[in-house]
């Protein structure tokens, strides 16, 4: 047996936005940074997307997969290339905290990308990822109150090359 509301009870609700679903806290790295600090960063903060800045500036979001695929040679051919390099030439989506939801997850499928993002100013303030979506459907949105931090990479690494005898 359903019990149905009435139409009276039903209320139109506000769809979320960009600004309530976002990560707030994220690891970034700059683009002369290489590709193995991508990947130690990615795997140390346990994340599959890596915004690369300029500052605060995004100039595009690093994927697991896109960096994986373009991997090549050992550590010290991936210490001594930009992940500048491993950017795509296409147009990135961004979107401002106020961007509803469903335009959002719009973006995302028409650019086929699974995460976008959230600038103010034109400085990188959050990120929506698929997973962000995923939690926004099934109710699991957090508080938004909490500003955002960017954090970018806080150390190199240089790879270790063993000595030849001589």
Known sequence: MTMERPAAEMT???????GQ??????????????PLMAWELMRRAEVHHLPVVEGRRVLG???RER????????????SSRPVR??????????VRQETPLPRVAALMLDAGCDAVPVVSGGAL???????????AVA????????????????????PVLPHENR
């Open 12 to 18: 139109e609700l506000e769809p979320l936005t960009a």
């Open 21 to 34: 679903v976002m990560s707030r806290i994220l690891v970034a790295i700059e683009p002369d940074e290489s």
């Open 61 to 63: 979001i690093l994927t």
């Open 67 to 78: 960096l994986a695929a373009s991997w090549w040679g050992g550590p010290q051919e991936q």
């Open 85 to 94: 390099a491993l950017l795509g030439r296409e147009r990135m989506p961004r």
């Open 125 to 135: 303030v959050g990120l929506v990822t698929a997973r962000d979506v995923l939690s």
């Open 139 to 158: 109710g699991r949105v957090g508080p938004a109150e909490e500003p955002g931090e960017v954090v970018t990479g806080m150390f190199h690494l240089v």
